[in-house]
């Protein structure tokens, strides 16, 4: 795997519930070539009826596991994170 | 999956600003930070803000079937050499002391836990420059 | 309206410990013999959904304590319908009776306390 | 507005589910038991439970421009005779411990500041029917 | 006053900001001839376009002096929030 | 893009702290000559209200705070446009610069960061 980094892109690491202010307020944020991320309670969106995530959507296997979540995006455990972490130099925590 | 190489430092900062047991954040950080080190990843400092600083006493006692995550936090922060670092502003305004704050503002106790130290912002500054990447732990409320 | 206390969670759980919390405020309440109630709403019905494994995030699974609820004297547990429609829980679940968290509803109960 | 008239006792529970500094809860609740005792109420007990058990902190030291919410309720409580409750398993996930409890758990100190008590959810239970009216003061999160 | 209480009706206490899931909770939660109490982040409701309050709203003046906050409604000092709970027997905090 | 860190705030004042601390955090990176900026969205926008009086709820008013934001070495504070008319704050302040926070404005910084 190479280190090289997308340097205007950017990781968005969400653990907010799909109802938190927050949530839309990420994925408005998000420009095409973005990744997000799923975390922790944020999970739940992936068998939310309202919402619609984008395309680049990943989720912590930990927490949709703990949450009994299933869903069709890609999961990623924490090691899968650091990779992510490592690969974008440009990373909001929302 | 092949684990992740290694930068070479300088490394991770993480910033956790959620508290245990009214958040996930430090559970989070703390799985996050093994898989740093586990990849030969350097953590170059914890950083423990707002209710993030409730991580840091010594007096957290959860029943004995749920997880301490001070006392996981204290064992990974030992075996890794990591420093971390609780922000005295928050610190002061929560209860957190460490000695020496304890004796200048004539409280009865200190309740900051091993492996913990409490300093200003400056730290987090620092971290901006010094660190390749800093990773953010919030509360999920 | 009877005596009845109706514990409201609408938060999901494992990302806080409100819900347990509140949890712990009805088993209390069943323990001395008060009567109490509980309803799922919003995000909180995510407490019914089947499948939890609490030890994915180091934490214990919720599901279990709520298997236990009836058995603490808690006996009622109520799911708010459309919330459970909107985050895929259609089937009727064994243990909650589901509901629309309307007026009507809250007046079924003597008080109502969520954290 | 004529104050209000005092109902015979039993009198008013009020219960704290948000810290200070983290929330408004304390200092709303403050002054509506100021409130009550001013309208010639009586304020049966003080409840702290989750996050509301960090405003029992002997340890908060606010920067000395801004409000002590736990010496503001000291004063009130002393003032007024208002017994004050913590919830016990609260208290201990949370960090906040009284002699006893850090003796029992064998941590270095204990932190609750005086005038509170630690106790079971019983007692919050037994507000249920010897109180006229329990009210919640929330976290805004 | 007479200190008659409404045994229906409820007090509607509510600290939340207007975008808090609880919000529209409570406003949903509702009947006709309760009373609903802004206190704390929810007076901003009373600066928000996007919420239309019931005609039966308070809010607790404190609170809207705090955050420069006008609006339409009677305000209420704290010994006016202990005569509504005096008057509800039935209140609920959101 | 340039250096600046963008530090967010989208929690409306005197309800919890996160402004406060988000705010110590921008002045703690102009107090060592750092470049930082400031952005209120959502709720956050509040904070930008004129007539605050912290003394009601006895808290620090926190336009004061933001007064001193320049004299601190915070060279450019933003507000969200749409928030702004959300809140009935059409006026344009003197403080801040309305933008939208949509993905382009956000690549304007190297950092952004929200408690």
Redesign the interface.
């Not at chain 3, 968290?101 to 009507?104: G, K, L, S, V």
């Given at each position: 795997m190479s280190h090289q980094t997308d340097s205007m892109l950017t990781l968005h690491i969400l653990?907010k519930?799909?109802?938190h202010p927050r949530f839309t307020a990420c994925l408005v944020g998000m420009a095409e070539g973005d990744l997000l991320l799923l975390t922790?309670?944020a999970v739940?969106a992936l068998?939310?009826?309202?919402v619609r995530l984008p395309a680049s959507t990943r989720a912590l296997?930990?927490?949709c596991?703990?949450?009994?979540?299933g869903g069709d995006v890609p999961l990623v455990d924490y090691r899968g994170m650091v990779q992510l972490t490592d690969r974008f130099s440009r990373i909001i925590s929302w | 999956m092949p684990p992740t190489e290694a930068h070479q430092a300088p490394g991770y900062t993480l910033v956790i600003t959620g508290a245990p047991?009214?958040?996930?954040a430090p559970?989070?950080a703390l799985a996050f930070c093994q898989a740093l080190v586990d990849t030969g990843h350097t953590c170059d400092r914890l950083f423990l803000y707002g209710d993030g600083v409730y991580l840091a006493s010594a007096l957290n006692t959860p029943p004995s079937?749920?997880?301490d995550w001070t006392a996981e936090w204290q064992a990974l922060l030992s075996r890794h050499r990591i420093p971390a670092v609780a922000c005295i502003a928050s610190c002061l305004r929560r209860g957190l002391l460490d000695e020496q704050e304890a004796t200048r503002y004539e409280r009865p106790a200190s309740n900051l836990a091993s492996g913990f130290d409490i300093a200003g912002l400056g730290e987090w500054v620092e971290a901006q420059s010094s660190s390749n990447r800093v990773i953010y732990f919030h509360?999920?409320? | 309206?009877d005596d009845t206390?109706l514990m409201v969670i609408?938060?999901?759980?494992?990302?806080?410990?409100?819900g347990r919390?509140a949890l712990?405020?009805a088993f209390?309440?069943a323990?001395?013999d008060?009567p109490v109630a509980l309803l799922f709403?919003?995000?909180g019905v995510?407490w019914l959904?089947?499948?939890?494994?609490?030890?994915?995030?180091?934490?214990?699974?919720v599901s279990r304590n709520l298997g236990a609820a009836r058995m603490f004297g808690v006996s009622e547990l109520y799911a708010d319908k459309a919330a459970m429609?909107?985050?895929?829980l259609t089937e009727p679940t064994p243990e909650a009776v589901s509901v629309t968290?309307?007026?009507?509803f809250?007046?079924l109960f003597h008080?109502?306390?969520?954290?």
């Open positions: 653990n519930a799909p109802g922790e309670n739940l068998a939310d009826d309202n296997a930990a927490d596991k703990a949450r009994g979540i | 047991y009214s958040s996930q559970a989070t079937d749920e997880t509360g999920g409320a | 309206m206390l609408d938060r999901a759980p494992y990302g806080d410990w409100q919390e712990d405020m209390s309440l323990a001395f008060r709403r919003g995000e995510n959904r089947p499948g939890q494994d609490g030890d994915a995030v180091r934490q214990k699974t429609a909107r985050f895929g968290p309307d007026p009507a809250y007046r008080q109502v306390v969520q954290l």
